[in-house]
């Protein structure tokens, strides 16, 4: 009955936000509608207008919705409403799957919270334990943390502890799930108060995740933006066929037919990655690495180069395909196809997003038509055919294969030096783009 009555109290708040059009009829108080306009929030999104006022009256909440939808504000703003009615140290705790997504949401608790000098602390792996114990100890109001760092924290850091804890915040909590932290997160929901406000951000609803919800929300209203899985309309959604011995060229045509635009390409594994990523710049175009195997402080480089526009092309696994906020992608390019046809809707989430358009295009080869079923049946529509002249892509052959060649020789020269313990870091410095090389042997002819 309970259920009965939370859902229908959904619909009616539906109702009631769908007029809404400002943070203040949402009830956000003034200090952060004034932060909203710095950010130049215009109006609350979709998952803003549904989630604030249920969170206003101390509600937890489950939402769902798709990736780009603005659900940080969602949850952030709230919090930090909260928090100036009653300040205090080590009041949020918000859990990220990824390092990328943790530095994303303390940016914008702290654009949000600048006016109110709100402290955040992002503690994550792949960052010095010693610097973070710190941090720890100056007792900031907003933690936002990976669940295996955290525990690592809160079993070895002294003094440290949640005890005081007023709100957590699980976002992407599928993922978190996905990525096995299920061990860590049991072990935080032990240690703080279950006299708290818990909000679960996902995008899909995973047994795990409804597992999750039973244990840790008290009840919950669930506000949704998305039920089925969508793509945002205004993404127009393409597939090219060809053969796998050719990926290369038709990438590379591509990148060319559409040079001016930024570009996000997919690839399945890190070692494929940083092979593309250095072929594309023995062929002189402007490609950018980001996966798994770089250090954090590279991984930040490589996204910050991208963000500023100083690279057009950023080659990436799928540590890049959720929660990342980098505002100007035109064109996705899935190069690899995903195995799983959901990280299909976040890859291309990277695009059209905030009302504008965006194109994704798909590469299938004659190993991938299954997956590429598997994806067309999820969205529940089909993709139009990219229209290539086979003769205009061939012309590039030659050229392609000499980048593959240097590319291949620049990767085993690095595997080289890390098995003789020089721990030559995958990273965007000229020095790993065979540019130098290039120059020498051109000055000999």
């Given at each position: 009955m309970a259920a009965a009555s939370e859902k229908t109290d959904g619909l009616e708040h539906e109702e009631e936000t769908s007029k809404s059009s400002t943070f203040k009829e949402l009830g956000v108080c003034d200090v952060l509608c004034e932060a909203c306009e710095q950010l130049k929030w215009k109006e609350p999104s979709k998952i803003q207008k549904e989630a604030i006022p249920v969170a206003l009256t101390g509600k937890d909440i489950i939402g769902l919705a798709e990736t780009g939808s603005g659900k940080t504000g969602a949850f952030a703003l709230p919090i930090l409403q909260k928090l100036l009615e009653n300040p205090q140290r080590l009041f949020g705790l918000i859990l990220t799957p990824t390092r990328e997504?943790?530095?994303?949401?303390?940016?914008?608790?702290?654009?949000?919270?600048?006016?109110?000098?709100?402290?955040?602390?992002?503690?994550?792996?792949?960052?010095?334990?010693m610097s973070q114990a710190l941090m720890l100890a100056k007792k900031p109001h907003i933690i936002i943390a990976t669940p295996g760092r955290l525990v690592d924290h809160l079993e070895n850091t002294k003094g440290f502890n949640l005890r005081a804890l007023k709100f957590l915040v699980m976002d992407e909590a599928d993922r978190i799930l996905n990525m096995d932290f299920e061990q860590e997160v049991d072990k935080i929901l032990k240690v703080i108060p279950r006299e708290r406000t818990t909000y679960l951000y996902s995008a899909t609803m995973t047994k795990k995740v409804q597992k999750l919800q039973r244990a840790s929300l008290q009840n919950p209203v669930k506000v949704e933006v998305s039920s089925k899985y969508q793509t945002v309309e205004k993404l127009q959604q393409f597939y090219i066929f060809i053969p796998v011995k050719v990926k290369d060229v038709y990438l590379v045509y591509i990148l060319n037919e559409m040079a001016g635009n930024s570009f996000m390409v997919f690839c399945s594994t890190c070692a494929n990655t940083q092979r593309v990523a250095l072929m594309l710049r023995n062929l002189g175009l402007n490609a950018i690495p980001l996966h798994g195997q770089m250090t954090q402080s590279k991984r930040l480089g490589a996204l910050n180069k991208f963000k500023s526009k100083s690279r057009?092309?950023?080659?990436?696994?799928?540590?890049?395909?959720?929660?990342?906020?980098?505002?100007?992608?035109?064109?996705?390019?899935?190069?690899?196809?995903?195995?799983?046809?959901?990280?299909?809707?976040?890859?291309?989430?990277?695009?059209?997003?905030?009302?504008?358009?965006?194109?994704?295009?798909?590469?299938?080869?004659?190993?991938?038509?299954?997956?590429?079923?598997?994806?067309?049946?999820?969205?529940?529509?089909?993709?139009?055919?990219?229209?290539?002249?086979?003769?205009?892509?061939?012309?590039?052959?030659?050229?392609?294969?000499?980048?593959?060649?240097?590319a291949k020789m620049e990767m085993s020269e690095m595997e080289n030096k890390k098995k003789r313990g020089k721990t030559m870091d995958n990273d965007d410095s000229e020095e790993a783009t065979g540019v130098r090389k290039k120059m020498k042997t051109k000055r000999k002819h």
């Open positions: 997504l943790a530095f994303q949401i303390s940016e914008q608790f702290e654009a949000l919270g600048s006016s109110i000098g709100v402290k955040c602390a992002v503690i994550v792996g792949g960052i010095d334990n057009s092309i950023l080659i990436a696994t799928d540590v890049a395909s959720r929660g990342l906020d980098i505002p100007h992608v035109d064109v996705v390019l899935n190069f690899d196809i995903p195995t799983h046809s959901k990280d299909y809707i976040h890859r291309v989430g990277r695009t059209a997003r905030a009302g504008r358009a965006g194109k994704a295009i798909t590469f299938v080869t004659q190993y991938d038509v299954e997956l590429y079923q598997r994806i067309e049946h999820l969205i529940g529509k089909q993709l139009d055919l990219y229209k290539t002249e086979e003769e205009e892509v061939m012309v590039l052959m030659e050229r392609v294969s000499e980048a593959q060649r240097h």
